[in-house]
């Protein structure tokens, strides 16, 4: 079976299409899961016109907007009962470059890695183009700070191009994520670390979206800054049946 790339949406009718057609013509074939929240825009209603000539494209309507990590969870389940091996996260914006996911299938595929995170600060070179530089240095010391905190050894935790083998999330109880802004992205990491997965990072060059809006906000930023405080003091298991 295909590997497979969840893609959340809200409002990226000026992405979605283009985005569809980039997956869809890298050199290994990809399935793609959309997991759109609603989109008031129309996002969903492109979807379904490219659905028409391409039996590989899925689309999941999850209700109405409910956070990066609900939308996740969401697209986790669908994939895992559907027994697709490697599941890959990536935003629709291109500020992750569809290119690379051959790259993180490699690591997971033949390298047999359980987590593969695309990074934007590996061996401190900062990957990231067009961002201003403030949100340069949040994104950069925020990653620091879940080092401190957590002593997970990565350089970006809050990452969210990210591959992962089925055998880690049938392991993870997916309904104990907790977080459902970006910190979503450094508890999954977490949770896999304690649970004593292999994680590797790769370097990206991660570009700022150029269409649409961002959906990173206050209450996000105050999420991640608490939650990390949080995870050190969760219990963290294995599910008792897979």
């Known amino acids: 079976m295909n ?3 969840i893609i959340p949406t809200y409002n990226e009718n000026e992405n979605i299409t283009a985005m569809l057609d980039k997956v869809m ?12 929240d609603n989109s008031p825009d129309g996002t969903a ?24 990590g609900t939308a996740y969870i969401a ?39 359980d987590l593969v995170v695309g990074s934007r600060y590996v061996g401190n070179v900062v990957n ?20 401190f905190f957590t002593r997970m050894k990565l350089s ?9 083998s ?10 104990k994520i907790q977080f459902r ?13 304690k649970l004593n997965f292999s994680i590797k990072e790769i370097p990206i060059i991660f570009t700022d979206r150029t269409a649409g809006e961002s959906k990173m906000n206050g209450s996000i930023i105050k999420e991640a800054l608490f939650g990390v405080l949080w995870l050190r003091f969760k219990p963290i298991r294995s599910r008792v049946s897979l």
């Open 75 to 113: 697209g986790f389940k669908w994939c895992l009962a559907r027994s697709y091996a490697y599941i890959f996260e990536m935003d629709c914006d291109f500020s992750h470059n569809p290119e690379d996911l051959i790259r993180l299938y490699n690591e997971l595929s033949k390298d047999n890695f």
């Open 156 to 164: 970006d935790a809050t990452a969210g191009f990210v591959g992962y």
């Open 45 to 68: 209603d492109l979807v379904k016109e490219k659905q028409t000539a391409c039996s590989r494209i899925h689309l999941l309507e999850n209700g109405k907007k409910n956070g990066l």
């Open 181 to 193: 802004g970006y910190a979503f992205q450094i508890e999954m990491k977490y949770t896999a670390y």
């Open 3 to 5: 590997p497979i790339v």
């Open 128 to 147: 990231v183009v067009n961002w201003p530089m403030g949100r340069v240095l949040l994104s950069y010391f925020a990653s620091a700070y879940v080092r």
């Open 25 to 36: 013509s890298l050199e290994l074939d990809f399935d793609v899961l959309v997991v759109d």
């Open 166 to 175: 089925s055998k880690l999330l049938n392991t993870i109880d997916l309904d």
